[in-house]
């Protein structure tokens, strides 16, 4: 195989008719797709008159994603070039995107790299080749449970197929006996240019064998085919350069139109700002009434209730005062009657000569009573002087015998 490898170096290998520069070809990588918006992303793109290779690779799409992705391709007929490869897709997945593929006229290159599909998803692509007109590349490396009789599906498809060039198998299982039977579809295949068997292990005459058929498709191309592959180049080239141009008007109305939406945008925000300003002095306004309709409300209320207090203080003060006024009243007519029970007793006893006997017999030994204490009196007096002179007399000379004291008088209780 290395030989043969050094021998393809040394020639220049087969060549193929000038195609557009990938470089230029809109190319449209979306990551993080899941069934769940692949529609949104398919929905999308079925206006889509831009992007000619569609990139969904090593994403999150299932078996129902196949569905949808064959639904998009029969409506879009811009996307000549679609790469699955790395979704698990699965033999029913690939079953439905073949299905929609058996109608579509447009597209030239699929990429189906470990894609999880086997026997029946090879036996689905089959079908699909043998109907198909305008694939031109194919790519099923990775898959490695085609094996033989998968290969064995593809290459009956091959013997009916006059527009696939390159096809992509490496690591798909299918070893020397896949490889045979696609040598002997090669036998009547004449549109196969490529064919990648990388680790397969296959037969390496095997090998030699479908490289020179491959040689002789190549090399025993007519000129009608050579030319076809030329113009249909030529006319890619064209449509690429229309693509470009239309764009480049696109992208400048679109820049217009954003500017035109940008400006409109700026307006409006402008517009929507000095709205809140006004909303928001409004509501401050608002605010500040309602703070002072509250204030007042509370002064209001305070007051109130400061007036309502001193109402209650100033009627309790007239009840304390009038039942104050009512006791002084009661007492002064209870006075008033007492004085005047003292006043009729004292004019009836004045009247009662009994009575004026009685006092003066009273005032007659008050009189006494007082005289007889006035006596008492001086006598205690004077004994009390004489008593001390006697002491200070003691005290200037020696002191003698004290003599006997003399007893005092006694006052008998009837005579005080």
């Not at 170096?9 to 797709?33: H, M, T, W």
């Not at 690591?171 to 006996?177: A, D, E, H, K, V």
């Not at 579809?185 to 090998?207: F, G, I, T, W, Y």
């Not at 402008?270 to 309709?293: F, N, P, S, V, Y």
Request: proline fraction near 3%.
């Amino acid at each position: 195989e290395e030989k043969r490898k050094a021998q393809k170096a040394a020639s220049g290998g087969r060549k193929f008719p000038d195609d557009p520069d990938i470089e230029e070809i809109p190319i449209l990588k979306v990551q993080d797709v899941d069934y769940m918006n692949l529609d949104q992303i398919c929905n999308g793109l079925k206006e889509n008159k831009c992007f000619v290779k569609l990139d969904l690779s090593q994403n999150r799409l299932d078996e129902d994603s196949g569905a949808v992705i064959a639904a998009l391709l029969a409506d879009n007929k811009v996307i000549t070039s679609l790469d699955l490869s790395g979704n698990e897709l699965t033999n029913d997945g690939v079953k439905g995107l073949v299905e929609g593929l058996k109608e579509n006229k447009s597209l030239t290159e699929l990429g189906l790299s470990e894609v999880s599909i086997g026997m029946q998803g090879a036996k689905q692509i089959a079908a699909m080749l043998k109907d198909n007109t305008t694939l031109a590349k194919l790519a099923l490396n990775g898959n490695d449970k085609i094996g033989a009789r998968g290969a064995e599906e593809i290459a009956a498809a091959l013997e009916h197929n006059n527009t696939l060039v390159y096809l992509e198998l490496s690591n798909t299982g299918l070893g020397t006996p896949g490889a045979e039977v696609l040598l002997k579809a090669l036998k009547k295949n004449k549109s196969l240019m490529q064919v990648c068997l990388q680790d397969n292990r296959v037969d390496s005459k095997v090998l030699d064998k479908i490289d020179d058929l491959l040689d002789n498709n190549y090399d025993d191309m007519s000129g009608k085919v050579k030319a076809a592959l030329a113009a249909r180049s030529k006319r890619r080239a064209a449509d690429l350069e229309a693509r470009k141009k239309t764009n480049a008007a696109r992208l400048k109305a679109e820049e217009e139109q954003r500017k035109k939406e940008m400006a409109e945008r700026q307006k409006q925000e402008a517009a929507e700002r000095i709205q809140r300003e006004q909303e928001l002095a409004q509501q401050m306004e608002a605010e500040a009434k309602a703070k002072d309709a509250e204030e007042e409300r509370q002064r209001a209320e305070v007051l109130a209730k400061q007036k309502e207090a001193e109402e209650l203080q100033k009627a309790k003060e007239d009840a304390e005062r009038q039942a104050k006024e009512e006791e002084e009243r009661k007492m002064r007519e209870e006075e008033e009657t007492k004085r005047k029970e003292e006043e009729d007793e004292k004019a009836r006893m004045e009247a009662d000569p009994l009575y004026q006997l009685l006092k003066k017999e009273e005032e007659k030994a008050a009189k006494k009573a007082a005289a007889k204490a006035a006596k008492l009196a001086a006598q205690q007096a004077a004994a009390e002087a004489e008593a001390l002179a006697k002491a200070q007399a003691q005290e200037e000379a020696p002191a003698p015998t004290p003599p006997r004291a003399k007893p005092s008088p006694r006052v008998s209780p009837k005579a005080a």
